[in-house]
């Protein structure tokens, strides 16, 4: 069973910035992909960002340009640093974890809200 805990969200201005970060814990399969997946208000879950283990990146064209996802694998740790937030930015965002023979593990989701 893998555990993720997700921290550093919270309200910021448009046009401010956060960095949240992902750590996994328990028994994870190597190599991995991890990743962010958000929900806006009444919208859909939707994909933000992946990275695989070897560093390979995937973005959703809403976020390119604006956010960066890295990690740390030592640590199995993802972040995802979030740079010129807009009003529709706002979501719970949710860490992942998914290999290719288990199924995926999802954090509890944490709270972005851009407002002014």
């Known amino acids: 069973q893998v555990q993720l805990v997700e921290s550093g969200g919270g309200s910021v201005q448009p046009g401010g910035s956060l960095r949240l970060s992902c750590a996994a814990s328990?028994?994870?399969?190597?190599?991995?992909?991890m990743g962010w997946y958000r929900q806006p208000p009444g919208k859909r879950r939707e994909l933000v960002a992946t990275?695989?283990?070897?560093?390979?990146?995937n973005y959703a064209d809403s976020v390119k340009g604006r956010f960066t996802i890295s990690r740390d694998s030592a640590k199995n740790t993802v972040y995802l640093q979030m740079n010129s937030l807009k009003p529709e930015d706002t979501a719970v965002y949710y860490c992942?974890?998914?290999?290719?023979?288990?199924?995926?593990?999802w954090g509890q989701g944490t709270q972005v809200t851009v407002s002014s």
């Open positions: 990275i695989t283990s070897s560093g390979s990146t």
């Open positions: 992942y974890l998914t290999s290719t023979w288990a199924s995926p593990s």
């Open positions: 328990g028994s994870i399969f190597s190599p991995n992909t």
